[in-house]
């Protein structure tokens, strides 16, 4: 049971440069990022270079909570189009054996075509940030309220077919031009610590892992009061 003397200490797995710990953290949560790849942008309060998965093998039951981001070229629909031919590894099923296995509460984040449960679907829309970027998050152990899924205000602003497009949204992925400046993807994120390309297309709004944080704090919070 978590201490409540202590900040709760989350896994984020596959973290990136950690789109999800900022989100933790500001929800007040001490984050452990561990990744495959180096991550010298990397947010959180703790990095760990290693496979995501016999990491959390070892270790997850260690930690409060788990949030775990794999990789989902397999099922992105941004990039359907340019993976045929191409075997990306699926890692979704092992994660969620490793971690039901830790008996740790948990939660899996993915895009919309991914094999995930639906038990939470965000949009930037819903924080009022200059992205769409649906997400879909599987939960175990607790319950993440649903904020509504406004309507969105306009299209996405870019170059399309040689004609700009103006637009209350931008389109956070990819290398090519047309889809926005780094400060405006910055800015669209909520997300100030990196200006690489590559890891801002890679990230989720922090504003998302805010909202989980803040339910998996109250989680622990009744949790204290009924023990």
């Known amino acids: 049971m978590h201490r409540p003397d202590v900040r709760p200490r989350v896994l984020d797995l596959f973290c ?24 010298p942008n990397y947010c959180g309060d703790v990095f760990v270079q290693a496979d995501a998965i016999e990491y959390a093998a070892a270790n997850a039951h260690l930690f409060d909570f788990v949030h775990a981001s794999p990789p989902c070229q397999d099922a992105c629909a941004l990039t359907k189009g340019t993976n045929k031919g191409r075997t990306y590894p699926r890692l979704i099923g092992p994660t969620r054996d490793v971690l039901t296995a830790a008996r740790v509460p948990f939660v899996i984040e993915n895009v919309a075509g991914a094999e995930l449960r639906r038990d939470l679907r965000l949009c930037g829309e819903m924080f009022g940030l200059a992205v769409i970027r649906h997400r879909l998050f599987e939960i175990h152990g607790l319950s993440v309220p649903q904020p509504a899924h406004r309507k969105h205000r306009g299209r996405v602003a870019g170059m ?36 690489v390309r ?14 989980i944080g803040r339910a998996v704090a109250a989680y622990f919070a009744m949790s204290v009061l009924a023990a």
Do not use: S
Request: hydrophobic letters at 35%; charged letters at 15%; one cysteine or more.
């Open 160 to 195: 399309r077919h040689g004609e700009w497009f103006e637009g209350p949204y931008f389109a956070v992925y990819g290398e090519g031009g047309g889809k926005g400046t780094v400060a405006q993807w910055q800015t669209a994120m909520g997300i100030d610590w990196t200006n």
């Open 16 to 39: 990136c440069a950690g789109g999800a710990a900022r989100g933790y953290q500001l929800a007040g949560f001490h984050v452990t990022g561990v990744d495959i790849a180096p991550q």
């Open 198 to 211: 590559r890891e801002l297309a890679e990230a989720i709004p922090p504003a998302y892992t805010h909202h």
